[in-house]
């Protein structure tokens, strides 16, 4: 581990891990901790998942959405992807001194139409006020908590042998729409963020009665981190590349910058590995959703050596590897 932190350690790819693992879990590590799911599977009465974010995204208004916004679908979509119906939210905010009140109503709205929008309630709160050009306008953490019902159980989170991959939605629009608006840099047509929360997405596939072995919202990392994380004791994932979807603009976009697509955050992008023999009523379902209506078989996974691959166009083979260092800073 480097003798200092850097912004690349918040990028959800190798250095992430390496902190995860060299620091923190050795300082809390605990039965349910080290699962280190999107959110922990935890009784408490009755079985509930629990989950807690950070929202320090810079601008806090971009096209397609809004650190509020971002903050309720972030955390839902961690507690859905878990197999929990998501229930409630805490919402403490620190507030810079100068910060406009209108802005703050404005990002207030955003919270309450999404968690209505999500099915949730924001059931409680804290705010600290801080001086000047300490906060960057405001940083938002949320948390939240989901049930488990009769029929919603915690997933094993673990890829099986012959399962297919499915990708929910484009990939890679809100890493581009925050980093576009960010920069300044004049595109047409305005790449915009896929911010949305999940939860209906994770009911339409659920519900679908497909065998599903693992969901995760591809956040920081992206599509390639939550794959090579996927990727273990002795399972190859085979990406078919041409069959990742991504907008038409944010693919040009991401060839002009030099990026690409599976390395850049999404957050309303669920990812799915489900047993082939259900592959088709899975698609159905999502595909009849309004925010999975492009959902695709992106990936197969095979007896292997732990690794993923992708194949490109023209039918060769590329390793896809865990990002390493800060490709885009800020963008959640």
Request: aromatic fraction near 4%; charged fraction near 20%; charge should be negative.
């Amino acid at each position: 581990m480097q003798e200092k932190i850097t912004l690349a350690h918040g990028s959800g790819g190798e250095l992430y891990r390496e902190m995860v693992n060299e620091v923190f879990l050795p300082a809390y590590s605990n039965e349910i901790l080290c699962e280190l799911g999107d959110s922990a599977v935890c009784t408490a009465g009755e079985r509930i998942a629990f989950t807690t974010d950070g929202f320090v995204v810079n601008p806090i208004f971009f096209p397609g959405g809004d650190i509020g916004r971002l903050c309720v679908c972030g955390t839902v979509n961690d507690l859905a992807v878990s197999g929990a119906v998501p229930q409630y939210l805490s919402v403490s905010m620190i507030i810079e001194a100068g910060f406009e009140t209108e802005k703050l109503r404005c990002i207030c709205k955003s919270i309450a139409d999404t968690a209505s929008e999500a099915g949730v309630r924001i059931v409680t709160g804290d705010t600290k006020v801080v001086e000047g050009n300490k906060a960057d306008g405001i940083y938002i953490t949320t948390s939240g908590v989901g049930v488990f019902t009769a029929d919603r159980k915690p997933l094993g989170q673990k890829v099986v042998q012959g399962d297919v991959i499915i990708c929910s939605a484009p990939v890679a629009s809100h890493g581009v729409a925050v980093t576009v608006a960010r920069s300044g840099m004049d595109f047409s047509p305005v790449p915009c963020s896929d911010v949305k929360p999940l939860s209906g997405v994770v009911d339409a596939l659920l519900s679908s009665g497909a065998e599903v072995h693992a969901m995760r919202d591809p956040t920081r990392g992206g599509v390639a981190a939550t794959l090579c994380e996927w990727a273990r004791d002795g399972v190859d994932i085979t990406v078919d590349l041409k069959n990742v979807p991504v907008e038409a603009s944010v693919s040009e976009i991401c060839a002009v910058l030099g990026l690409d697509p599976l390395q850049l955050a999404n957050e309303g992008v669920l990812l799915a590995s489900v047993a082939k023999k259900d592959c088709a009523k899975a698609l159905e379902a999502l595909r009849n959703y309004q925010y999975s209506t492009s959902a695709a078989v992106i990936a197969e996974v095979e007896s292997g050596n732990s690794e993923v691959w992708g194949i490109t166009d023209i039918g060769t083979k590329r390793r896809i590897l865990m990002p390493r260092g800060e490709v885009l800073p800020r963008i959640c």
